[in-house]
């Protein structure tokens, strides 16, 4: 069953997030993952728990591919860039 990765970013330097993207994406892909929205406008509707800012949806094939790949060797230096550059909250959910 596919998993989504849904991460809520708040990007403090976007210069510096842009590496973090280039660098992000053939993990991700190495993973399995396929991005299915990258920072695209929102139409936010409801906020009651929290207000979203920059959304990004990542498909892998199953749970553990999508942990797999937060755990990952090769991505520890990537995530610490995104750590620098940007606040998140970020979520790994089953599919349908």
């Known amino acids: 069953m596919s998993a989504y990765l849904i991460v809520d970013t708040r990007i403090h330097n976007d210069a510096e997030y842009e590496e973090y993207k280039k ?22 509707r409801e906020t009651d728990l929290w ?3 920059r959304i990004v949806i990542v498909e892998f094939p199953d749970v553990k591919s999508a942990q797999d790949f937060l755990d990952s060797d090769e991505y520890a ?8 550059h940007a606040d998140c909250t970020l ?5 349908a």
């Open 23 to 44: 660098r992000a994406r053939p993990i991700v892909e190495k993973f399995g993952g396929i991005y299915r929205a990258r920072g695209g406008a929102l139409d936010i």
């Open 51 to 53: 207000t979203p800012t």
């Open 77 to 84: 230096p990537v995530k610490s860039l995104r750590h620098k």
């Open 91 to 95: 979520f790994i959910i089953d599919g």
